[in-house]
C-alpha cells in the first residue's frame, strides 16, 4: 500500500450519495476494502442521527458516524454513543436573543441523541425551505414559546433563510461565542441554513476528537466533502478533496476529486491510496 492512511472519513449528501441518496456498488465496494486493510471508516455529516439511521442500512460498511455537524458521535457497529456536545442555557438566551431581534425564524433542537426533536419560532418570514421542514418533522416539532422554554440546554439552534452573506457574518460577529456554520439547505438544495453550536463543534472538530481517541495521526486522514459545513472537516484532514460537484468557492480550496455521481469518493482514496 502506498500513503499510509489509517483514517477516511466522507461527508454523505452529494458526496458519498449520489443525487439519488444512494451509496453506488463501487463505494461501497472501496468502503469494504477500506475496512478489510484496517483502515478507519467514518462518515461525518450535518444530519441528525434519527435522519441518518433513515438512510443508512444498519450494514452498512463503516465504523464510526459523527452527525449533526459534529455535535454527536456514535460507534456505528455497536450503536453506543462516544461523544455529545451541547448549549448551555446561558448560550440558548443568548442566540434565541440574537435571532429574534433579527427576526429570523428558527428552530431548537433537543440534546443529543434526541435533537430531531425541536422547538420552531417563525417571524413571519419562514421560508418555504422552513416550513417543509417542518413538515417533515412534524411528529417531532412544537411551536416556542420564548417566556416559557420547554428545555433549557439544546444541541443547536437552525436558522433557514434565503442566501445571505452579510446575514451569516453578521450572526458571526454577534455570536462570536458560538460556532455559527453555513449549510446548504438538503432540501430544496438552494436556501442558506444557518447552524449555531457550542464553540468548538464542527466536523473538523469532532474528527480531531476521534482521531485522538483512536491514537490516529491527522498526517494519516484523508476526508471528502462537498459543501461548507465540509470546510472544517476538508480544513483537518492531511489529504482533503472537494467533489467535482461542491461550489466553485470551495473547489478552489482543494484538490478536486469526480462528482458525487461518478463515485467521487472511490477516486479519491485511490488517488492518495495504491491497490
Same mark, same amino acid.
Given at each position: 500500500?502506498?500513503?499510509?492512511?489509517?483514517?477516511?472519513?466522507? /461527508?454523505? &449528501?452529494?458526496?458519498?450519495? $449520489?443525487?439519488?441518496? !444512494? *451509496?453506488?456498488?463501487?463505494?461501497?465496494?472501496? =468502503?469494504?476494502?477500506?475496512?478489510?486493510?484496517?483502515?478507519?471508516?467514518?462518515?461525518?455529516?450535518?444530519?441528525?442521527?434519527?435522519?441518518?439511521?433513515?438512510?443508512?442500512?444498519?450494514?452498512?460498511?463503516?465504523?464510526?458516524?459523527?452527525?449533526?455537524?459534529?455535535?454527536?458521535?456514535?460507534?456505528?457497529?455497536?450503536?453506543?454513543?462516544?461523544?455529545?456536545?451541547?448549549?448551555?442555557?446561558?448560550?440558548?438566551?443568548?442566540?434565541?436573543?440574537?435571532?429574534?431581534?433579527?427576526?429570523?425564524?428558527?428552530?431548537?433542537?433537543?440534546?443529543?441523541?434526541?435533537?430531531?426533536?425541536?422547538?420552531?419560532? /417563525?417571524? &413571519?418570514?419562514?421560508?418555504? $425551505?422552513?416550513?417543509? !421542514? *417542518?413538515?417533515?418533522?412534524?411528529?417531532?416539532? =412544537?411551536?416556542?414559546?420564548?417566556?416559557?422554554?420547554?428545555?433549557?440546554?439544546?444541541?443547536?439552534?437552525?436558522?433557514?433563510?434565503?442566501?445571505?452573506?452579510?446575514?451569516?457574518?453578521?450572526?458571526?460577529?454577534?455570536?462570536?461565542?458560538?460556532?455559527?456554520?453555513?449549510?446548504?439547505?438538503?432540501?430544496?438544495?438552494?436556501?442558506?441554513?444557518?447552524?449555531?453550536?457550542?464553540?468548538?463543534?464542527?466536523?473538523?472538530?469532532?474528527?480531531?476528537?476521534?482521531?485522538?481517541?483512536?491514537?490516529?495521526?491527522?498526517?494519516?486522514?484523508?476526508?471528502?466533502?462537498?459543501?461548507?459545513?465540509?470546510?472544517?472537516?476538508?480544513?483537518?484532514?492531511?489529504?482533503?478533496?472537494?467533489?467535482?460537484?461542491?461550489?466553485?468557492?470551495?473547489?478552489? =480550496?482543494?484538490?478536486?476529486?469526480?462528482?458525487?455521481?461518478?463515485?467521487?469518493?472511490?477516486?479519491?482514496?485511490?488517488?492518495?491510496?495504491?491497490?
Amino acid at each position: 500500500m502506498g500513503t499510509d492512511i489509517k483514517m477516511v472519513i466522507t /461527508d454523505l &449528501d452529494g458526496t458519498l450519495f $449520489d443525487d439519488n441518496g !444512494r *451509496i453506488s456498488s463501487k463505494n461501497t465496494d472501496t =468502503l469494504r476494502w477500506l475496512g478489510d486493510k484496517g483502515i478507519q471508516r467514518v462518515f461525518a455529516t450535518g444530519r441528525n442521527l434519527f435522519s441518518a439511521r433513515k438512510v443508512l442500512p444498519p450494514d452498512v460498511p463503516v465504523d464510526y458516524l459523527i452527525f449533526s455537524t459534529g455535535a454527536g458521535v456514535i460507534d456505528w457497529r455497536t450503536g453506543e454513543l462516544l461523544y455529545a456536545a451541547h448549549l448551555m442555557e446561558k448560550e440558548v438566551e443568548l442566540a434565541i436573543g440574537t435571532l429574534v431581534d433579527a427576526g429570523i425564524s428558527f428552530m431548537l433542537h433537543d440534546l443529543v441523541p434526541e435533537n430531531h426533536v425541536f422547538l420552531y419560532f /417563525d417571524a &413571519d418570514c419562514g421560508s418555504s $425551505d422552513f416550513l417543509r !421542514r *417542518i413538515e417533515l418533522y412534524r411528529d417531532f416539532a =412544537l411551536p416556542l414559546n420564548i417566556d416559557e422554554l420547554n428545555f433549557r440546554n439544546a444541541s443547536q439552534l437552525l436558522a433557514i433563510v434565503p442566501e445571505n452573506h452579510e446575514l451569516l457574518e453578521e450572526m458571526r460577529v454577534k455570536l462570536s461565542s458560538l460556532r455559527v456554520v453555513r449549510t446548504t439547505s438538503p432540501l430544496d438544495g438552494e436556501s442558506m441554513w444557518i447552524e449555531i453550536f457550542p464553540e468548538g463543534v464542527s466536523k473538523g472538530h469532532t474528527a480531531a476528537w476521534l482521531c485522538n481517541k483512536l491514537s490516529v495521526d491527522r498526517l494519516c486522514t484523508l476526508g471528502t466533502g462537498n459543501d461548507y459545513n465540509d470546510l472544517d472537516l476538508l480544513n483537518f484532514v492531511n489529504y482533503p478533496f472537494a467533489m467535482e460537484n461542491a461550489p466553485e468557492q470551495i473547489k478552489r =480550496l482543494y484538490k478536486t476529486c469526480k462528482s458525487n455521481n461518478n463515485d467521487g469518493f472511490s477516486d479519491a482514496v485511490f488517488t492518495i491510496i495504491n491497490r
